[in-house]
């Protein structure tokens, strides 16, 4: 796959989504938007992927923000259907895969950053990262789900303050308030990152996309989690890979899933 903003590997059933635009801090136009919704749509439709890491070009940023030339000037409308065609294209699109999605974050994740990190599965980071939302600093709001996915994560009192003081975590504080899994240092970011995808593809690709839907429910407006979790139990039954679990399980040997 050829892209202007964004690289995308793929070996051994992992792939690597790395934003690249060095020059501006990874930032987030509507081009490197666009391209990370192909990119991500067409390894979810590749069987042979079964884990996406994503992250940042070199040392300094994962993706410091959004690309603030592009909308300095826009409407009321205009902002509006930005953060819509955001939100639909790209971060709740990644947070519905059925692939776990790692974000890995190399640096500096601020406001659109740190959005599109909260929309993967989980993350990873550096040492050196930095964290934020700091949008009130220039008259907005975060408009690609910040106000939502924060508060899921760390809580809403500590949402509240990192969104009103504009202000930024330290990686040892993202971990501390539930924003990151793991902290290392960046030399080891990506051996952890394609450590932990390993043991996730142990797994059944079919049962673990099953229980992405079911956790998302959770954080959905009319939606019950609960009913959702029963009928993909239920669903997991009927598949391939259920078989071959409870039958590698009970002839004490490790199953060979297929994702079917």
């Known amino acids: 796959m ?18 690249n635009r060095p020059t501006k801090l990874n930032a987030l136009n509507k081009a490197t938007i666009a391209e990370l919704h192909d990119a991500f749509e067409a390894l ?12 940042g070009s070199e040392n300094k940023a994962f993706v410091a923000g959004a690309d603030i030339s592009e909308f300095a000037n826009f409407s009321v409308s205009e902002g509006a259907e930005l953060a819509a065609k955001g939100q639909s294209s790209l971060f709740d699109f990644v947070e ?3 692939t776990p999605v790692i974000a890995a974050v190399n640096g500096f994740a601020l406001g659109g950053g740190l959005e599109l990190a909260m929309a993967c599965h989980f993350r990873i980071a550096s040492d050196n990262a930095k964290m934020g939302l700091p949008e009130v600093s ?4 975060p ?19 990192l969104i009103m003081t504009a202000g930024m975590l330290t990686a040892e504080e993202a971990k501390a308030s539930g924003l990151v899994n793991h902290v290392v240092p960046q030399a080891e970011l990506l ?54 679990g409870t039958g590698a399980f009970l002839e004490k040997r490790k199953p060979v899933f297929t994702g079917k």
């Open 2 to 19: 050829n892209y202007e903003n964004i690289l995308a590997t793929s070996e051994n059933g992992i792939a690597t989504v790395t934003i």
């Open 44 to 55: 979810e439709n590749d069987e042979k992927v079964r884990v996406i890491i994503l992250t």
């Open 96 to 98: 519905n895969l059925k």
């Open 138 to 141: 220039l008259g907005v709001i």
């Open 143 to 161: 408009g690609y789900g910040g106000t939502q996915r924060l508060p899921q994560l760390v809580g809403k009192g500590k949402a509240m303050e």
């Open 191 to 244: 051996e952890l990152a394609n450590s932990i995808a390993q043991k996730i593809m142990r797994n059944s690709p079919v049962a673990i996309g099953k229980a992405i839907e079911a956790i998302n429910a959770n954080f959905k407006d009319g939606v019950d989690g609960y009913a959702v979790e029963i009928k993909n139990f239920g669903e997991a039954f009927g598949t391939e890979d259920f078989k071959e």
